[in-house]
């Protein structure tokens, strides 16, 4: 009988091994890929002066953005695409990546073409964290919980047990509630409606709002503790209230514009007929106007919006404010108590 043959090295593991180790490798890869991604982002945030809190910047350095949105959908109306993560062609993975990390919105959740909801531009969100001006200690609730990101980053800066989020669909707090616990994060994460608040948990030393509102839901204020801060999107701007009581909170906006999805589940104030009527064109598109029209509603026509905010110098966001009490709420210019005040919405719709 003639010698063995010499031992080739092959087994039947091989290939196997072989495309585990490939597989791994291309995860590595990916994983080297995503953190450069991160770390660029940061860096670019600190440079713009969005996170000169080295609280905040510790808290986006540690959060990734690309955990909170696994796909986002680009375009519009029909033409919508889908990007994410684990498309198998890597040019399609590589634009969901640089869509993830660019300083940009993102539209998670889409039904029946409309956008229900968004992931925050991130350098928005930064000035949000930092406006909100928490404290060691401060339990916040935040209202339009979306991804998940921006919990994320409260429960990074205060523990998970300080901080309350809360959406009205079901789908999205539970892919939210995924999402931060992939990181290790477990706040409470409640389906309900944001403009009720969640009493259950309640007091709050600050409220944060990530989606549009049309006037403040009284609920909250009855949730804040006195001395509150509350930070809500209205019209296009960004209300920092502080509240006294359960019956009265008061503040100006912030110089900052804001664009968020609506609140659902609040009632909507009528939308003015004809906002461009009689307005030059320049100015339907301007911004601070468009801000100021959408916060007089349907108290001014939009001509006398106009010819106010002329005389008055074309105003600043900064210089108008809100007061919240049991008699109403009104939006002003300058001074809560005249001469230019208008009231939000209408009497006994803000959840009273």
Not at 84 to 90: L, N, Q, S
Not at 123 to 129: C, I, N, T
């Amino acid at each position: 009988m003639g010698a063995p043959a010499p031992h080739s090295g092959y087994t039947g593991h091989s290939r196997p091994r072989t495309r585990r180790a490939a597989h791994a490798v291309e995860e590595e890869g990916a994983r080297d890929l995503r953190g450069a991604a991160h770390a660029a982002q940061v860096r670019e945030l600190a440079a713009a002066g969005v996170l000169d809190d080295p609280a905040w910047r510790a808290a986006f350095a540690a959060v990734p953005r690309h955990v909170f949105v696994p796909w986002f959908f680009t375009g519009r109306g029909a033409g919508h695409e889908r990007l994410w993560g684990e498309d198998p062609d890597p040019a399609r993975r590589a634009r969901w990546l640089r869509g993830v990390y660019k300083d940009a919105p993102l539209a998670t959740r889409l039904r029946d073409g409309e956008l229900v909801s968004s992931s925050s531009q991130p350098s928005l969100m930064a000035k949000m964290l930092t406006a909100l001006d928490v404290r060691d200690g401060d339990r916040v609730l935040e209202i339009g919980t979306g991804s998940g990101y921006n919990a994320a980053l409260l429960c990074h800066r205060l523990g998970d047990h300080l901080v309350t989020t809360v959406d009205l669909d079901e789908e999205i707090t539970e892919s939210a509630r995924a999402h931060l616990a992939a990181l290790g994060h477990r706040p409470a994460v409640v389906t309900g409606d944001g403009a009720r608040g969640c009493p259950a948990r309640a007091p709050y030393d600050r409220i944060l709002v990530t989606c549009t509102l049309p006037r403040i839901p009284y609920a909250w204020l009855g949730q804040c503790r006195p001395g509150a801060r509350i930070l809500a999107p209205l019209s296009t701007g960004l209300i920092a209230l502080r509240v006294r009581d359960a019956d009265f909170a008061e503040g100006r906006f912030l110089h900052t514009p804001a664009y968020f999805v609506p609140l659902r589940g609040a009632v909507a104030r009528a939308a003015v007929e004809n906002p461009g009527q009689g307005i030059p064109y320049e100015l339907v598109e301007n911004e601070r106007f468009q801000f100021m029209l959408g916060l007089t509603g349907g108290a001014l026509h939009p001509r006398e919006a106009l010819d106010l905010w002329r005389a008055e110098g074309r105003p600043a966001r900064e210089r108008f404010g809100v007061t919240v009490c049991a008699d109403g709420q009104w939006a002003w210019l300058d001074d809560p108590q005249g001469p230019y005040v208008w009231p939000l919405g209408e009497e006994g719709d803000a959840g009273r």
